[in-house]
T-cell receptor, first 115, second 111 residues
Framework: NAGVTQTPKFQVLKTGQSMTLQCAQD?????MSWYRQDPGMGLRLIHY???????DQGEVPNGYNVSRSTTEDFPLRLLSAAPSQTSVYFC??????????????FGEGSRLTVL | SQKIEQNSEALNIQEGKTATLTCNYT??????LQWYRQDPGRGPVFLLL?????KEKRKERLKVTFDTTLKQSLFHITASQPADSATYLC??????????FGAGTRLTVKP
């Protein structure tokens, strides 16, 4: 059972480039979310989804785009990367529709550097 | 403004002692509060969930308390071991699917 799989693990971008961080889960979870983690700031919620076709913004959504066309996949798109988006990104899923009422399963993270 | 504060960036204790980590929050009314463990270079791993109407939860050597009057959760690891060394994160959700995390406390258990 793979759990939550994130790709790529590492990526270096130039300012202005676009890219997509992939997230897939094989647990049939309805709830999926993206966080970024910066030193001293903890995990900050970017976007989340409570099911296919439904997405919503978290605490820091600007500069990021998401879609949820299937239950399994929740890609995060950076349309025009900026140095401020240098961070470690985590995807998480939960078996309950509400994120807080069930444990979150996290991926191993994607480390992004924007030059 | 809303804040989640974990007592200190780092906590050092001796093996066998009880580690107590604190999570204080301001301007939140959490329906759920969770604790996670994170090892360097890895994703967080769920440890315990406590709901607003619960005072205490236990799991093996772990205990969590939740005081909605003090707006505080305490996380205890009894009989600590060097393998418990990690960063511990608290997270809370007001029931609106928007889970917020504290910055974490790095625990080091020395043999």
């Amino acid at each position: 059972n793979a759990g939550v799989t994130q790709t790529p693990k590492f990526q270096v971008l130039k300012t202005g480039q676009s890219m997509t961080l992939q997230c897939a889960q094989d647990m049939n979870h309805e709830y999926m979310s993206w966080y970024r983690q910066d030193p001293g700031m903890g995990l900050r919620l970017i976007h989340y989804s409570v099911g296919a076709g439904i997405t919503d913004q978290g605490e820091v959504p600007n500069g990021y785009n998401v879609s949820r066309s299937t239950t399994e996949d929740f890609p995060l798109r950076l349309l025009s990367a900026a140095p401020s988006q240098t961070s470690v990104y985590f995807c998480a899923s939960s078996g309950l529709a509400g994120g807080g009422n069930g444990e979150l399963f996290f991926g191993e993270g994607s480390r992004l550097t924007v030059l | 403004s809303q804040k989640i504060e974990q007592n200190s960036e780092a906590l050092n204790i001796q093996e066998g002692k009880t580690a107590t980590l604190t999570c204080n929050y301001t301007n939140y009314s959490p329906a759920y509060l969770q604790w996670y463990r994170q090892d360097p270079g890895r994703g967080p791993v769920f440890l315990l969930l406590i709901r607003e109407n619960e005072k205490e939860k236990r799991k093996e050597r772990l205990k969590v308390t939740f005081d909605t009057t003090l707006k505080q959760s305490l996380f205890h690891i009894t009989a600590s071991q060097p393998a418990d060394s990690a960063t511990y994160l608290c997270a809370l959700d007001e029931g609106n699917n928007d889970m917020r995390f504290g910055a974490g406390t790095r625990l080091t258990v020395k043999p």
